[in-house]
C-alpha cells in the first residue's frame, strides 16, 4: 500500500533555501549538518547532502504501533544545476521507515520572470505488520490485520505533510525577506545568534518576487 501527496506553489528562490533552518516556522529541527559537498565535473551540478535532526509527536492513532519516538534523523540530497537553473531535493526518513517511508521529492524550475515554480511529489509506503519487519500479531491487532493498519499509517502521514508543507512555506518567506532587508552575511550572523525568532514580526510584509535560483 502507497500513498501519494503532491503539491505545486510558486515561490522566489535564492540562497534561502540551504538558509531556511532555523526560522520561526522550523522549532521542531533541533540541528543541520552537511555530511558532503562537491561538484559533478562533467556536469558541473553542486551536490549537497545534508543531515537533519527534527523534534515531533506522532498522533494517537499511529503512536500506539511504534516505540515512543521523540526525535528523528532526515537525510537531505540536493543537486543544484546552474545550467538550467533547477534545484533538485530528495529527504527521507532514516528512523522507523520500515514503518512509515516517507521520501520526498521537490524541483525548483524558473517559470516567470523573478519566480520559481516548486513541484513536490511525497511518497508514503507503511510496511508495518510484514514478517520481515515484526513479527506474527495476534488479538485485535491480528484480527483488524496489516493492510488496514498501513493504510492507517499512511493517511496520517499524507495529512501531516500537508501541514508541513505550509509551515516551510512561511518559514522560506521569512527567509527570503530577511537576506533582501539584510543581506547573505547579516542573515547567517542572525540565525546563529539566536536573533532568528524576531523575524516573524516581518511575515505580514513579505512578498513573493526576486531572483531565481
Known amino acids: 500500500m502507497v500513498k501519494f501527496f503532491e503539491s505545486t506553489f510558486t515561490i522566489t528562490v535564492t540562497p534561502a533555501y540551504f538558509l531556511r533552518y ?18 559533478n565535473l562533467e556536469t558541473g551540478n553542486l551536490h549537497i547532502t545534508r543531515l537533519h535532526l527534527k523534534r515531533g509527536k506522532l498522533p494517537a492513532s499511529v503512536a500506539r504501533f511504534m516505540p515512543k519516538i521523540k526525535e528523528s534523523y532526515i537525510l537531505e ?3 543544484v544545476d546552474p545550467r538550467s537553473q533547477t534545484l533538485k531535493t530528495e529527504h527521507r526518513n532514516l528512523d522507523w521507515d520500515g514503518v512509515l517511508s516517507v521520501v520526498e521529492n521537490q524541483v525548483y524550475a524558473p517559470s516567470c520572470p523573478k519566480t520559481t515554480d516548486v513541484n513536490t511529489v ?11 519487519e515484526v513479527p506474527e500479531k495476534r488479538g485485535w491487532l491480528g484480527g483488524w490485520g496489516a493492510a488496514g493498519v498501513q493504510r492507517s499509517i499512511e493517511l496520517v502521514g499524507r495529512s501531516r505533510m500537508r501541514d508541513r508543507l505550509q509551515q516551510s512555506r512561511e518559514g522560506m518567506k521569512i527567509v527570503l525577506e530577511q537576506l533582501r ?5 547579516d542573515v547567517v550572523k542572525e540565525q546563529r545568534q539566536g536573533q532568528w525568532e524576531r523575524w516573524k514580526q516581518t511575515q505580514c510584509k513579505t512578498e513573493l518576487s526576486g531572483a531565481n535560483i
Request: aromatic letters at 10%; hydrophobic letters at 30%.
Open 77 to 79: 540530497k540536493s543537486i
Open 181 to 185: 532587508e539584510r543581506g547573505f552575511v
Open 22 to 39: 532555523p526560522n520561526p516556522y522550523s522549532t521542531h529541527v533541533v540541528s543541520s549538518d552537511a555530511l558532503s559537498t562537491g561538484i
Open 122 to 132: 511525497v511518497r508514503f509506503e507503511s510496511r508495518f505488520g510484514r514478517r520481515s
